[in-house]
């Protein structure tokens, strides 16, 4: 069973900056793909970005391309996600999920587990 633990989320102001952080347990790390995914109030939770578990491979949502950066440490078992130029339309809850097998481009890329999220609120 993996255990996903997400923090770093809160209240900024737009053009501001965050970085999300995900600690994993339960399965070796460096064999697992992470993500991140968002749900803004009254929408359906959307693909943010995606790492390999090498980290050699990474993908965006064209929405945060060139905002957001996603990166690992395997050393430390955590996942990040640093958001710069922050928009209130990036307001949502971000969930950190994994999986064994990434499949690109299905809507949830083919996460298993995920975590219980942490709120981003943007404020213009």
């Known amino acids: 069973q993996v255990q996903l633990v997400e923090s770093g989320g809160g209240l900024v102001q737009a053009g501001d900056s965050l970085r999300l952080s995900c600690v994993a347990s339960?399965?070796?790390?460096?064999?697992?793909?992470m993500g991140w995914f968002r749900q803004a109030p009254g929408k359906e939770r959307e693909f943010v970005s995606a790492?390999?578990?090498?980290?050699?491979?990474?993908f965006y949502a064209d929405s945060v391309k060139g905002r957001f950066t996603i990166s690992r440490d395997n050393a430390k078992n955590t996942v990040y996600l640093q958001m710069n130029s922050l928009k209130p339309e990036d307001t949502a809850v971000y969930y950190c999920?994994?999986?064994?097998?990434?499949?690109?481009?299905?809507?949830?890329?083919?996460?298993?587990?995920w975590g219980k999220g942490t709120l981003v609120t943007v404020s213009s």
């Open positions: 339960g399965r070796t790390f460096s064999t697992i793909s």
């Open positions: 790492i390999s578990g090498s980290g050699t491979m990474t």
């Open positions: 999920a994994c999986t064994d097998v990434l499949r690109v481009g299905l809507p949830s890329y083919g996460m298993d587990y």
